[in-house]
């Protein structure tokens, strides 16, 4: 029986790339498969699909913690069962450009806290970098091991209408969301057992073991003791901390596990103080030290920056890498590619406002329905105002904040996110998504897991993919 309910409301968006059809409703070549077993699926069978996915992410505790009023609310991660799929071509481009696009921030990075040459030459404002709340002046000529700063490194692109992969911003301090790209697959093996083998789906099941690897190979000892340090279970993405150390078979520790004794960081055990060689931190640089940075901080350990310049500890990601991933230096990354490596970058940016620059913030001012103004450090979807959606009110207040300091904030056009079918109500419908590849830097060369996460706006008109604005997430097939 063929289910031709699924797909008689999917109405394309105008002007806008479909991932699975083209402009004339024919559908994509890599979505025929998936597209017949769906077809063949009468709507019981796909409901009670939707309900083991459900079911599974309840039982593996697959949350995600919603900040509203200082409040932690904990949450089901929504997850969408039809999967996104890229080609092996296009997948190509992704891994060379992600490949150029963390070797050159990777350089500049060192470059920052070292001899500055890119300043220097006139290619970056030095007032931008000293400006910048990630730049840590404490990183300044500290020799950091094996010159890697961005070990673990998430893109976020975004496909145009033009049908090419923008990158929309980078995430180089403490990236989130592999935990929910290695269960999206998971469960995706459940609920469509013997489609992925047919489609030749590369996996994706292998990131812990070759980030546990990566990991040891940062340390001279010859059986390093690698630790994950959480800030702890209040955390929005403590799932995937908890996730992770479990699968890399590591300990997974808060501040007050670990003690600097004579410059060397140990951690408490029921049988002594044992030594820790590399520690994973998903906490931020401010909280990191409290010697250092934020004094009254509870979540880090106190020495652990002298342990670190000593060469005695190992920090991933290393402390200052935020100067990289901050929006107004997004704007410069292309001709860091040009400096560092004499290459034209692979992934292009997206057009960028720097609102310091007065004619800038005129244009934005005079094409506000046009544009999203953002703030240079923020992330998690907060803080940014919605030209198109926002009203006259909304605008005028918050172009008042942004004129008492223009610096913090950059505006970008309103892209035509792409759109991947996802199942609304038992049908098929159009929902925007964007997608967010990880790689892991190491002694011997980059490593992009294929796929990554694929985030989707579930509300249905809506841009914004971040799941404390109300996305989701669906898994991310490339085909071999």
């Not at 797909?7 to 002007?15: E, H, V």
């Not at 044992?274 to 979540?299: G, M, Q, T």
Request: proline share 5%; charged share 25%; with cysteine.
């Amino acid at each position: 029986m063929v289910n031709n309910n699924l797909f008689s409301s999917y109405n394309q968006l105008p002007n806008t790339w479909d991932e699975m059809y083209n402009h004339k409703e024919i559908v994509r070549q890599p979505y025929e498969k998936i597209t017949n077993f769906l077809k063949n699926t009468s709507s019981d069978n796909l409901f009670k699909k939707e309900e083991l996915a459900k079911q599974l992410f309840m039982s593996q505790g697959v949350t995600f913690t919603v900040y509203n009023d200082n409040e932690g609310i904990e949450k089901i991660f929504p997850f969408d069962i039809i999967p996104r799929i890229i080609t092996a071509s296009e997948w190509s481009k992704i891994e060379r450009g992600i490949k150029q696009r963390i070797t050159a921030l990777n350089l500049f990075i060192k470059d920052i806290y070292h001899d500055q040459f890119i300043i220097k030459d006139g290619i970056i404002p030095a007032n931008l970098v000293y400006s910048c709340p990630n730049f840590l002046r404490e990183m300044k000529n500290v020799e950091v091991p094996y010159d890697i700063y961005t070990h673990i490194s998430g893109v976020d692109l975004i496909r145009n209408n033009d049908g090419e992969f923008y990158v929309l911003e980078d995430n180089l301090r403490t990236p989130s969301g592999v935990s929910y790209m290695l269960e999206n697959r998971e469960i995706s093996k459940r609920i469509y057992p013997g489609i992925l083998p047919q489609n030749q789906i590369r996996s994706v099941s292998n990131y812990p073991n070759i980030l546990y690897k990566k990991l040891k190979e940062l340390s001279d000892q010859a059986n390093p003791n690698v630790v994950l340090l959480t800030p702890g279970i209040y955390n929005s993405a403590y799932y995937e901390h908890t996730t992770l150390a479990r699968l890399m078979g590591i300990e997974l520790v808060e501040g007050n596990d670990l003690v600097v004794n004579d410059h060397f960081v140990y951690m408490k055990t029921t049988n002594g103080l044992k030594r820790v060689d590399v520690i994973y931190r998903r906490i931020d640089d401010d909280f990191l030290d409290p010697l250092e940075f934020n004094a009254s901080s509870v979540l880090g350990v106190a020495g652990i920056m002298a342990a670190y310049r000593k060469g005695n500890v190992n920090i991933v990601n290393a402390p200052g890498t935020g100067i990289a991933d901050d929006k107004a230096i997004y704007i410069y990354v292309p001709d860091m590619i040009k400096y560092y490596l004499n290459e034209e970058p692979i992934l292009n940016n997206i057009k960028t406002y720097q609102l310091k620059n007065p004619d800038e913030l005129e244009y934005v001012e005079k094409n506000i329905t046009n544009l999203v103004i953002k703030k240079t450090d923020g992330s998690g979807g907060y803080g940014m105002l919605m030209g198109h959606e926002a009203s006259e009110k909304e605008i005028e207040d918050y172009l008042k904040t942004v004129k008492k300091n223009p610096s913090n904030f950059i505006a970008q056009p309103i892209l035509r996110l792409s759109t991947a079918p996802c199942c609304i109500n038992g049908i098929l419908a159009p929902r925007c998504i964007d997608l967010r590849p990880f790689a892991i830097s190491g002694r011997d060369g980059i490593e992009i897991t294929p796929g990554g996460l694929t985030r989707v706006a579930l509300k249905e008109g809506s841009l914004v993919v971040n799941s404390s604005q109300g996305g989701g997430s669906k898994d991310t097939w490339v085909i071999q």
